[in-house]
């Protein structure tokens, strides 16, 4: 199934708040990431099993594994969570830098050291997540 498509299903799946808050954030990630790369993880494993929520990512960056395997992957990432809205920051060297730089001028999120998660759209400073993902 074609990014876009699985994007759009996973979006319409969830609840109608949700979805607005992830389909306004969606269209901010491609203003914000124009030329970036267009990720959907579904969660599953190659078993079939649910390890992760669902996640669309953006842009690219190339990951090495504890195990020294290389991979790429989302820079960066949005997805709902069961509290809200969880952003992914990939890829930060320095765990610290994002909730020093970033966590009190974001509003109402919690920030540890590569997500920013809220409750709804409205809870953050949309200006200064995009300092984030810029």
């Known amino acids: ?21 992830l389909r306004a954030l969606h269209a901010l990630m491609l203003q914000w990431i124009p030329n ?14 649910v390890v992760t929520n669902p996640t669309i990512g953006y842009g690219s960056y190339p990951h090495t594994f504890a195990n020294k ?5 989302f ?11 969880s952003v992914y920051v990939m890829g930060i060297r320095n765990k610290l830098n994002l909730a020093q730089t970033f966590g009190e001028k974001l509003g109402k999120a919690k920030v540890s050291g590569y ?3 809220f409750k709804k759209c409205e809870d953050l ?3 200064v997540l995009e300092e984030v993902v810029r």
């Open 115 to 117: 997500c920013i998660s």
């Open 36 to 49: 970036g790369k267009l990720w959907f993880d579904n969660g599953l494993n190659g078993d079939n099993k």
């Open 75 to 85: 820079q960066i990432g949005i997805s709902a969570t069961k509290s809200g809205i």
């Open 125 to 127: 400073n949309l200006g």
């Open 1 to 21: 199934m074609e990014t876009n498509t699985q994007i759009n299903t996973y979006i319409e799946s969830l609840s109608e708040e949700t979805a607005a808050d």
């Open 69 to 73: 395997t290389n991979k790429e992957l």
